[in-house]
């Protein structure tokens, strides 16, 4: 796999506010998955990006995918409660074994 | 239900126990992962079962020992574990080429007494 860096830890949102998470890379990456853990839950995929500046939405989620392939963010748009959980980004290298990201675990408040 | 089924959901075995980690995956898929999660840890890739072809992490220790009978079913035996070996175990499954992302077990939550 893929060496990928995820900032930040941690990330306190009051409901409502917006929240985005960074993946990063010091090599090109050949593609780029993310995932969402709920508390006490396992790992469920949101979503994979493959081409360079590509951007795909999911309700409030928006994914984007670097020009250069070495990194990516995920975006939420107006948090709400059901968003609580960890976010991995995960890549997978030329043996197609995925890598994750060590996460970013948001907390919203009501 | 996620398609990955994991057994048992709990496990607390001593350091001289021997015990299995069962996965079963009803989606079709090719291939099979164990992938470890411990507190403030990224996920551990462990072992990789692929077409039959097994990959393994070179710094998964020996007492942790995987078998892939067919391409349904996935164990995890485990003997003389240590108490930091007690973690979240991830069994995932997927479409090799397909694009699809993993699809993951709910996990064996293992304490090591």
């Known amino acids: 796999g893929q060496q990928v860096m995820q900032i930040p830890q941690y990330q306190h949102v009051q409901e409502g506010e917006d929240f985005t998470t960074y993946c990063n890379s010091s090599?090109?990456?050949?593609?780029i998955q993310w995932y969402k853990q709920r508390p006490g839950g396992h790992p469920v995929f949101l979503i994979q990006l493959v081409k360079s500046g590509e951007v795909k939405k999911q309700k409030r989620l928006t994914f984007q995918f670097g020009e250069a392939k070495k990194n990516s963010s995920l975006h939420i748009t107006a948090t709400q409660t059901t968003d609580v959980g960890t976010y991995f980004c995960a890549s997978s290298g030329s043996a197609r074994q995925l890598t994750f990201g060590s996460g970013t675990q948001l907390t919203v408040l009501p | 239900e996620t398609g990955v089924t994991q057994t048992p959901r709990h496990l607390v075995m001593g350091m001289t126990n021997k015990k299995s980690l069962k996965c079963e995956q009803h989606?079709?898929?090719?291939?099979m992962y164990w992938y470890k999660q411990s507190a403030k840890k990224p996920l551990e890739l462990m072992f990789v079962y692929s077409l039959e072809e097994r990959v393994e992490n070179n710094s998964v220790p020996s007492r942790f020992s995987p078998e892939c009978p067919n391409s349904s079913h996935l164990f995890l035996h485990l003997h003389t574990l240590q108490p930091e070996d007690s973690a979240l175990y991830l069994c995932a499954s997927s479409q090799k080429g397909a694009g699809y992302g993993y699809t993951f077990g709910s996990g064996t939550r293992l304490t090591v007494v």
């Open positions: 090599t090109t990456l050949s593609n």
């Open positions: 989606l079709g898929h090719n291939a």
